[in-house]
């Protein structure tokens, strides 16, 4: 890559000391998806970075979606889109094919990368365990739930075994129907109930900017207050608008700092968690201008 | 159903006592498959039968194929199969497709039902925690894959944890290809990784007949070495052959005693296993002729 | 005993899961006596019931009495019981032989019966491990005991040690004296102390009648409010005043739920428990109209 | 007692801890019979003795058996005593007073007076746990059985749970009838199982006594090998001769060291574990003449 | 020593058997100093009190001091003292020897003799584990700091694993500079971070002595109150104000009881914990007129 | 340092990815002395990598000698050495400057150095726990002894507990006395006990060269037999002739690689076990030409 000796690899390697300490034994909620999750590059390397942070004693949980995928395996499948008000209805059959494309494609693809940088990782879905509960948002959008409730004990006993858990966002409601769940939200919710140390929403975007044509405009720490004042002055907009709500919620259920990172930068997760440097804008409760 | 008073319920109960004793603490690995997991009605029987051998003390695992699904959903998706000197073809997009419908649809089903059966199961395929290891058979004939190599851990993990294991077989090579491998040939190795007390291969017949048009000529016993002479003298043939082979290699690998069980019966699990009755052919090392 | 197929059998299993899952890992305190326990055919029972019990989950605890067989060594060795007021006097030698016959004979059958049975058992006076706390009710009357503290280490650790705890209603003073304390009141006191999930009282009556000449006037739920009004209205009179006085101190003591078991009738404990149908009265805190 | 002061009862206990140090975490098996469990005065130190021991780490399991009491029991329900060929037969019912007997008064009896010493004990027999197994000697002798195996996990998990076990010596036979077994021979198959450090036979001798009408002449360190010499020459006669067998056996068993040691002696206990001092004939594998 | 039998010796040790209870398994922490640390057979004779303690349950932590060695290693090595206002400064060269002679000679000498009686210890400084924090009294008098914070964890997985711990009270401030503390404190302080039963302040006087000239007017019995009107009335003068502050900051840090011990009567650890008599004063928040 | 972006830094950090794994959970002892041990800037870069070893799992231990500061102190505290047959007498004041320097200084400054770099570390001496025991070598040389056994349990137990084990080479014989023992012997013996997975011997040479005056003949790997080859051609000699044979018993003793490392390059501990390049000569059983 470029000229670089061992003796400065290994004193760059302890410069990262601080930075594992701050972290050892503290759970990291990364929800995955965007571009990070399409380039076979950039993917490589989000494994590579979760696999080091577990090893150096970090609880990483690891929360997927798969929403273009899904969309894929419809048309492949023949499924035409029905919409209800302009909305997306998601009957019984595209249920059942988001199911198969979240828990038994895209899940089991990333257990398979994991274990292949040599950690050891298992595949769950919100329906194991019975680890999410969810019911319906609108019976006429169908199958599309609203978490109501994260029993984080089956991620803690895979943890507690050894494990990587990556998780799919699917869950069922008290009559067994299965639903698909935003997996945003349903990230949200996880690192809540798991009161984790940090969630990292990997986007697609440089975190949030103060001016969106501007990207030197970017915000590095944003608090709950100050968000506020955003979603007003209409900084905040578009898709950012649910985006940022997430993080709010997330710190709302007890989440320490909620990073929106940018999932287009390699090893954003090492650069955020492991340097001085940001890789994203960090959103926390209260008035912060450092990264730890 | 019939009726039948809750003295003679209580009554009941307790004549399955010493059965119950026999069984506590003891692996039992049940390859899943057929007429039972067909029938909506014989799989709620199913997951009866599982969750109440859980709790009273039986570590179950489950093991389930899924080849009728994975060619429908080939169908559903327009991909046409080719052959190789008349044998089915396993190129890539057909392993994604089995990975899909094994890990994806059937395997959380049936994680499902269990939960709504009031057991608790997490469901793990042979890519988790790298608990299957395989290699190709015929490199003609793509990714069918033969299992080199099985770490029990993952599942051991799990059941330890408290919950039932539902396993997809699927595995991975050691460079990280998933392949699809023979489901009643993987369950005999996983019982025999876990030095199982019993192998149940649900079937969709009475067991071995001595005449196969006459159900009343069942073997209920059979050793190692009779079955030797059944395959000399023709009585194993056709479809049976490999799924014998498949209970002496069971047996072979560890496993006490391999059951080809009845699965169009309701309730075969709990016949075989808490009464007097037997549920099909019982397959050991020594000449056995007691349900002990 | 009657036509039933495996089959039935089998399903009559799966049904009693709900009712399983619902005690799974709770404690259920059992005071044992009355007819269920002098019929050799009631007896065999209660134990099969206690050992399935155990199996599906259930930490049972067993308190028995003995007062019949009491009296009859005292016949046996020729002591003349002495009255004072009307009231049998205890004094040092009929302790003596109160201790021999309650932890020597009653408890060692009784645990002998259950190891036959395939249980695993330990039996156990309130003297073993300072368990049961007493002080004299009335210096006349000598050895007779009111309990004045329940130590329930000596119960939990045989109970965790995988052991079915039998346990004879001894006590010791300050001073190391044994006294004789009532069963129905130590069994509370005991359930009490181990917040229990239920009490079983086993006895000769089918429950509390609202007409005591009417079987059919069973009163199956009853509230701590409905009682008092019952003991008001004369309802409760006669031999049932300490009985469900004693059920009423349970619930004040923390047990969830008390049952007045009718002991009469073969393995009542399991009809109480694994089906829809009661076995007597069940008394609790507030209004229940349901098994559960 | 006698004029001492605290600094010299200080400086004596110091001096008592390289003994301390050698049972350190040991197993003490202690046959208790005799003339120590007649005497109250007698009784009270040995209870302090084993109270002391359980203190500073050793594992002691108290071992009792209760002829005499029997008799009296025997006698006072008036059982006339059968006859067989000059030995006598134990009935049902005699089997039936000896439990009452060792389970019911004696057991509990000791564990009463070690709780009152502010020691924590539990009371097991034989029959719990299914702790020995026994088969009849002579059908014509009735329920007298040898011991044909011992399951010593009840003693270990009552040790474990910080209690001083105290054993009788009743046992079941496969059928579940009870028996009275020899307590020098259970104690010593107890002490096998659990291959203890030191098994103390308390008797009302000095120790064995090369004459046996001179004191003086005790022998203090006994072979294997030395004892079959004494048995050929008749030194080791009488009464003795089961005794010395079952310290023989013993050893076979496993045990390290077993001492005869003289129950009349007060805290002979203490003396032979925490001073310089024997308490009577060390009989041991090899050649010892020390007393560590 | 005199004339005592093993009957006698055996005898003694019973009559220790409550104190043994009352102190089972709590913490004694032992501020050594003065002339038991000295006298090479007072140190003797401490060092087989403490491992006695530890063998019978008592979680025993020594603490120990060591003016006199440091001053005579300065001598040895040269180094001339300066005073700041009459009172000695400890430069870098003064910590650095007090360091030396602390935790490398002291500390490791009562290590190794605690080891030659038997005992299993690990020496610990201040330094260890990060146990004890300071922050500098005074500028002008360099490295004598006051201990801002006692992390207790060294101690207890020391004391864990089955050693005694033996503490040099070193500590270090923010950024990691090297302090003497003063050992009474220390010692108060530790023992309050670890809610100690007892801290026992050993020193070179009979106790408090209400006139110092009388030695038959110690006081054995001091209430915090009392101490303050001791104070005001000047009983307690001179070299006593620190040593009974330092007393009274244990009991208000959550120390149960604090005992300025003679260090100059042998075995007076073992006479204060073991026997009815007390060897100094004891000191506690209320009124107590007994040895328990 | 020189311009590097976090996101190189990111992506050295995944490359020690394999390197971390190969460690992980497995033991390293560091012989910890020479150059490294002087310069400042070394010793700090020494206490990063430990730390750093110890945070992404290594069970690192620390092993250090003092030969230079024993001198220094001897000669501040005016200490004449005496000589016996030209070599050094280590008298009873020597052996207990050596003590006070290596447990008291030496040892205590690392653990404060690791401390000071957010590592956990408990300092002990050969003395603690009974670890190390020695014998006299000569008499006439006084107290330098030969290790003669090794308790490794005080380093687990310290290890287990979290902390960095930091060790000085003080010994005891069987009467208690104090030894130094080389360090270097010490160390390979303490790797030997734990079987330890490197032995690392800092020092200050490149490694084995096979022409002692040109760097570039670096030996890189040396299996135990060519070992014996340069010994005999004289390629091995003076110094290094006992440092190697300190590496052949190491592996001789079950450690399965020694590397003798050069102290003199910063960082030299990561780089050997971090990056692809080795620090100095590995020395194993067979012949290995990788750094695996």
């Known amino acids: 890559m470029f000229p670089i000796t061992n003796a400065?690899?290994?004193?760059?390697?302890?410069?990262?000391l601080p930075h594992i300490q701050k972290y050892y034994d503290k759970v990291i909620v990364i929800k995955y998806g965007g571009n990070a999750m399409i380039s076979p590059e950039l993917k490589e390397q989000v494994m590579e970075d979760i696999v080091l942070l577990s090893l150096v004693g970090v609880k990483v949980v690891l929360v997927h979606g798969g929403g273009p995928e899904i969309t894929d395996m419809l048309k492949r499948v023949g499924k035409e889109t029905v919409f209800h008000d302009g909305l997306r209805v998601t009957?019984?059959?595209?249920?059942?094919?988001?199911?198969?494309?979240?828990?038994?494609?895209?899940?089991?693809?990333?257990v398979r990368l994991l274990e292949g940088?040599?950690?050891?990782?298992?595949?769950?879905?919100?329906?194991?365990?019975?680890?999410l509960k969810a019911e319906m948002k609108n019976p006429a959008l169908g199958f599309?739930?609203?978490?109501?409730?994260?029993?984080?004990?089956?991620?803690?006993?895979v943890l507690n075994a050894g494990y990587i858990p990556v998780i799919s966002t699917l869950a069922c409601d008290a009559e067994g129907s299965?639903?698909?769940?935003?997996?945003?939200?349903?990230?949200?919710?996880?690192?809540?109930?798991?009161?984790?140390?940090?969630?990292?929403?990997?986007t697609d975007i440089a975190g949030i900017l103060r001016n969106k044509d501007d990207p030197s405009s970017l915000i590095p720490y944003l608090s709950v207050k100050e968000a506020g004042k955003l979603f007003e002055s209409g900084v905040i907009s578009g898709g950012m608008i649910p985006k940022v709500e997430c993080?709010?919620?997330?710190?709302?259920?007890?989440?320490?700092?909620?990073?929106i990172i940018d999932g287009r930068v390699p090893h954003s997760i090492l650069i955020e968690t492991l340097t001085d440097e940001g890789a994203g804008t960090m959103v926390s409760e209260g008035d912060e201008n450092e990264r730890d």
Request: glycine share 12%.
């Open 8 to 16: 400065q690899r290994a004193e760059i390697l302890t410069q990262a």
């Open 247 to 259: 993080c709010l919620e997330a710190i709302f259920l007890g989440v320490k700092k909620v990073v």
């Open 117 to 131: 940088k040599g950690g050891r990782a298992i595949g769950l879905s919100g329906i194991d365990g019975g680890m």
């Open 91 to 110: 009957d019984k059959e595209t249920v059942e094919v988001a199911q198969m494309v979240l828990a038994g494609k895209i899940n089991k693809d990333l």
């Open 178 to 202: 299965v639903y698909n769940v935003n997996a945003d939200t349903a990230a949200a919710q996880i690192a809540g109930a798991m009161h984790a140390e940090r969630l990292f929403m990997m």
């Open 144 to 157: 599309v739930g609203n978490v109501t409730g994260v029993d984080a004990s089956p991620i803690l006993d």
